[in-house]
């Protein structure tokens, strides 16, 4: 039995069923609303952080779409920065490509100017090989020339002369020397040096013993050098003593001569292996000079001749000088007539000139009608013969 108030309620009456089940139900709902207060006290208190955590999830989602739409705009930026820098780098390719490929053109243009030119210049070259080898030819042709006018005494003896001419007009004056000049004698030598006296002119005369000395190179045998060196030494010494013979003449030339050999071989040799033959000209005053030794021969007969030139230009000037001393003693003289002249003449200008004051004067005088009044002649100077009139 249950007592609810003062009434007592079987166990097993519906009525005290329901009653126990809703109390249950109520406690039960009551417990689980209490369990769910609980649940939801700790479920807030664990929400709570969950919620701060979601609220700064979506404070970073909202910043990292900010970011996002930034970084979007950013990106849109650098696409048309790069874009930019696409379009400009390609231009400056460009431009590039063009002047590389102008640089190119101009450099292959002035590699085939210089190709041009450098294949002009190697045609040049091959015409000059082609004209030196013609001369080359000429020259060998001139060589077997040369070899004939040798073999011929008069035609060697003009190739000689030839020769000393070109020296001679090479180291001298014109008007220094003479060739082929006539002697007192009737002798022509080669050339004659005008020099003064002393010394005197001085001749030189070409010689060239080609044949003994040809000989003297061909022999083969002692036998042959040593008949080849006698008729050399004998040719040499003829020469040598026909131009002291003929052409030393004392009182019209000086006392030594020049014998000129036009080959520095034939002066080599003699001089080398003959110097026998050289004191022998020394001692006949006759000095044998090759076409370098006569160039360094003729250098002091040419300071010889400016010298004497020069000596005698310092006595025309000093006879230039002694007349223009006299010219300048006379125009002295003629200065100081012209001086006593001029003094002459300037008494004159101060007598006309007193002449003409004491005219004004009487003129003056007769102009006012003044006849009594004598003029006054201490004032007016000395007496002239105008004064009379």
Known sequence: MIAFGDRAVALDDPLALALIGGAALLLLALWLLIATARAAGRAARTVEPLQRQLGALGQRVRELGDGQHRLSGGLTHVAEAQARSQTETLRLMEERLAQVNERIGESLSGSARRTAHSLGELQERLKT?????????????????????????????????????????????????????????????????????????????????LEAYEALRRAETREAAQRAAQAFRQAVRTHVRTIAEKYIVEGETADGALMFLPSEAVYAELHGNFPDLVREGFAAHVWIVSPT??????????????????????????????????????????????????????????????????????AHRLDRFEFDDPIDEAAAGPPSPDAAE
């Open 129 to 209: 090989i082609d004209r030196a080898q013609e001369k080359i030819a000429q020259l060998s042709g001139d060589v077997l020339g040369l070899q004939d006018i040798l073999s011929n005494k008069q035609t060697r003896g003009a190739f000689g002369e030839i020769q000393l001419y070109d020296i001679l007009a090479k180291a001298l004056p014109r008007d220094s020397y003479s060739v082929q000049g006539k002697l007192a004698s009737g002798a022509r030598p080669d050339a004659l040096v005008h020099l003064p006296h002393p010394p005197g002119p001085i001749v030189i005369d070409s010689k060239f013993p």
């Open 293 to 362: 030794t006569c160039m360094a021969t003729l250098n002091p007969m040419r300071a010889v001749l400016k010298d004497a030139r020069l000596r005698a230009e310092a006595a025309r000037i000093r006879r230039e000088l002694s007349l223009l001393g006299s010219d300048m003693a006379r125009l002295g003289q003629r200065v100081e007539n012209l001086e006593r002249h001029f003094g002459q003449a300037a008494r004159d200008v101060a007598e006309i000139r007193l002449s003409a004051e004491k005219a004004a004067a009487r």
